[in-house]
């Protein structure tokens, strides 16, 4: 069965510092895309990043940054200057083909301290 | 431009009765799919809609069926409501990038069932 796996359940980080979350995931296809998702205590699922599995190059957008390393199967999170609304839950999660069936990790708690 | 809308956002039901529940798309995107969220199972993908047709389907009993009308509103409904199905069902709407796989999808705040 195609997996996500999100090993850490809770992670705290003091405002303004950088955190990384952690994501491996298990696919046999070669074609696909990794998201990471992110829902604060509002429930709205916000895209936060998302890669492309044939493009090398780590998908960036301003604070946020993920480490792709496709042989391992692993898609981390880098949140860097970490604010006090990054506080939420964040879901790591993949799709394969022209379609919306994502599959999910079952998601981390972040903390972000003053 | 407005987002995803999803009504209602709170419902209590009875165990054995029905529900439905309504997604409106952000404008201009044509798939509308549904994921369930429950702490105990995550995230899990019920089916998605495209152009009025299911597209995938989840690994969900018979009781949970949707359609997508022309206008690519959504709806889905749970029959014989079981207590296993109090969750947050959440939809999600995408443009529909086509052969590159690449949908990014939209969600809505979700509507929260609890069935008693």
């Known amino acids: 069965a195609q997996t996500v796996t999100q090993s850490q359940p809770e992670m705290s980080v003091q405002e303004a510092e950088t955190v990384t979350l952690s994501c491996t995931y298990d696919?046999?296809?070669?074609?696909?895309?990794l998201f990471w998702y992110k829902q604060p205590p509002s429930r709205q699922m916000i895209l936060v990043i998302r890669?492309?599995?044939?493009?090398?190059q780590n998908a960036t957008e301003n604070r946020f940054s993920v480490n792709f390393q496709k042989a391992a199967k692993s898609f981390s999170l880098k949140i860097s200057d970490s604010q006090l609304g990054d506080a939420a839950m964040y879901f790591c999660a993949y799709v394969t083909g022209a379609n919306s069936k994502l599959t999910f990790g079952k998601g981390i708690t972040l903390s972000v301290r003053p | 431009k407005a987002g995803v809308t999803q009504t209602p956002r709170y419902l209590i039901k009875t165990r054995g009765q029905q529900v439905t529940l309504s997604c409106s798309p952000i404008s201009g995107h044509r798939s509308v799919s549904w994921y369930q969220q429950t702490p105990g199972q995550g995230l899990q993908f019920l089916f998605e809609?495209?152009?009025?047709?299911?597209?995938n389907k989840g690994n969900f009993p018979g009781r949970f069926s949707g359609r997508q009308f022309s206008n690519s509103r959504s709806e889905m409904n749970v029959s014989t409501l079981e207590l296993g199905d109090s969750a947050l069902y959440l939809c999600?709407?995408?443009?529909?990038?086509?052969?590159?796989?690449?949908?990014?999808?939209?969600f809505g705040a979700g509507s929260r069932l609890t069935v008693l």
């Open positions: 696919t046999s296809e070669s074609d696909y895309y």
């Open positions: 999600a709407s995408s443009r529909d990038e086509g052969s590159s796989g690449a949908n990014v999808l939209t």
């Open positions: 890669q492309e599995a044939y493009k090398q």
């Open positions: 809609y495209f152009s009025e047709t299911q597209r």
